[in-house]
């Protein structure tokens, strides 16, 4: 005999299973495609004010319009931007990511002797979303006009022009490190708590010259309140067609660009990294984010986890033998 229990529990399961079926869905994918559950938390690992955040706010808006939750920046500057990228490879809520640069991904695991996370393991690359022309500026106050003559007039000054950056080991510390190598020039390095503190100082002559992405300058050259002598990009650029490339001033083949991308803790599901990724991809690729950057001078990416992934390394063995000539070394070391 049938026991009434049992064809109720396997009637209910039947039922059950059908209903699923109807729906078209499994429930895990469905309880998957729930995720995210809450506002996502974009940390970026520096002050803001700089390229970094104009680049991370223009991602995070258009992000949010097709993810089903917003997505806030929340800038954590400090330590070269280990302090952020510890935090995030240490989260738990499944809900936080961070914007990596060349800074915290190719260039602090060359400079610091012991790192607290590790950009490879500790990560998993999302989507690379910009890459950023790095300007070489000073302030006006400074009798030069171009390259060749700021560099004649460093030579002339040894060691009493100096340079502000973003912090050691940032992009604007290393791009005006690689000048320097590439001109034979010295400038004293002034290192700051990111790119915003950083051009207080220099817009108000506190500071001689200085390398930033280009979003955060073009408003300043613009207005003449800091003069541009060169560009570290290959060709010059349609917003400052007047100035030329660092290659163009007598230094073949230099060139010097910054770039951000997303990155989740390794640890992160891979479904929710997944659907990450094709969201970040569709903003970075979008058509209001690509005006907004170019906008600011800034180029619009949106690569596969995978091509980021490879770009990382190539970037690391890129800058490993440029880091240990100009000798880059953590502040306090």
Not at 98 to 116: D, M, Q, R, S
Request: with cysteine.
């Amino acid at each position: 005999m049938t026991n009434p229990l049992h064809t109720f529990t396997r009637r209910q399961w039947l039922a059950s299973a059908s209903a699923a079926a109807l729906a078209g869905t499994p429930l895990l994918t469905r309880a998957q495609a729930a995720w995210p559950t809450k506002p996502l938390r974009l940390v970026v690992p520096f002050a803001p004010g700089g390229s970094s955040e104009i680049v991370a706010r223009a991602v995070a808006g258009e992000m949010a319009k097709t993810i089903g939750q917003n997505v806030f920046v929340d800038n954590k500057p400090g330590a070269a931007g280990n302090i952020a990228m510890q935090e995030v490879a240490n989260s738990t809520d499944e809900h936080t990511l961070v914007l990596g640069h060349i800074g915290t991904l190719a260039v602090n695991p060359f400079i610091f002797p012991k790192l607290p996370y590790d950009p490879i393991k500790d990560f998993v690359p999302i989507t690379l979303v910009s890459k950023v022309p790095s300007l070489y500026v000073v302030h006006p106050d400074l009798p030069v006009k171009n390259l060749k003559e700021f560099i004649a007039y460093a030579k002339s000054k040894p060691g009493q022009l100096n340079y502000g950056s973003a912090g050691n080991g940032s992009a604007g510390h290393l791009a005006f490190e690689y000048l320097k190598m590439a001109t034979d020039t010295f400038v004293l390095h002034v290192p700051y708590r990111g790119t915003g503190p950083m051009l207080t100082d220099l817009l108000s002559g506190r500071l001689q010259a200085a390398a930033v992405g280009a979003p955060a300058l073009l408003q300043f050259i613009k207005a003449g309140k800091l003069r541009c002598i060169a560009t570290g990009t290959s060709t010059r650029l349609p917003q400052l067609p007047d100035v030329p490339t660092v290659a163009e001033q007598g230094f073949k083949g230099f060139e010097m660009t910054q770039w951000y991308g997303l990155l989740a803790p390794s640890k992160w599901p891979k479904a929710h990294v997944a659907k990450l990724e094709a969201e970040a991809v569709k903003a970075a690729r979008s058509t209001l984010v690509k005006d907004k950057l170019a906008h600011d001078t800034a180029l619009a990416v949106g690569n596969t986890a995978a091509e980021f992934g490879a770009f990382i390394q190539a970037e690391q063995a890129r800058w490993k033998p440029v880091i240990a000539r100009a000798q880059i070394k953590p502040e306090g070391a």
